[in-house]
């Protein structure tokens, strides 16, 4: 398998999975596309790294679910880039043994046993989790949940804008001031 020292999440990437390597380490296996490959960091912290590359922070992603959702633990997050990606973890983000899913390439769980889970991912990958069902099928609701509010928000805040300013110009008076001129 191949191996890496740095990776900036995107629209391809499926899941983040962590490796347990020797001296107890925990590097992240990553499912992209067809392919799947080791990068040399914890998944926490390959996340908090995409976040930088894309000019934001995952604390800030944090807290926005927190107010959106208006829950503290086990939050989805929204990684903005060119394309708005949206992930939820199994765990809490602090365990070494947290598994990452993008929600865009997760189908659904299906229940194997009491705390055994499969979840389908696109391209027909299957990732089994030692995990109930209902549990696993609560972190994914919350995240499809959190998608469809910031997604009305801003479909709301995107066409109350346009109907504003439609046909109007924003000038500059005398006083320094600005006003909404049709």
Not at 27 to 49: G, Q
Not at 161 to 182: A, E, Q
Request: aromatic residues 10%.
């Amino acid at each position: 398998m191949d191996v890496t020292e740095n990776y900036i999440i995107n629209e391809k990437t499926k899941a983040i999975i962590p490796e347990h390597v020797e001296n107890n380490y925990t590097f992240s296996k990553v499912v992209e596309d067809r392919n799947m490959f080791i990068v040399k960091k914890k998944p926490l912290d390959m996340i908090k790294s995409s976040f930088k590359a894309y000019g934001s922070g995952y604390e800030g992603a944090v807290k926005a679910s927190q107010s959106i959702l208006r829950k503290t633990k086990m939050l989805p997050i929204r990684i903005s880039g060119a394309k708005d990606m949206y992930w939820f973890s199994l765990m809490a983000a602090s365990n070494r043994d947290c598994i990452w899913l993008a929600l865009e390439h997760t189908e659904r769980p299906i229940d194997l046993s009491r705390e055994e889970t499969v979840f389908l991912l696109t391209d027909g990958y299957r990732l089994n989790v030692h995990m109930s069902y209902q549990r696993a099928k609560n972190r994914m609701d919350t995240a499809i949940k959190f998608k469809a509010i910031l997604q009305r928000t801003m479909s709301i805040e995107s066409l109350s804008t346009s109907k504003l300013l439609k046909g109007y110009m924003i000038i500059k008076d005398s006083s320094g001031n600005y006003r909404i001129k049709k």
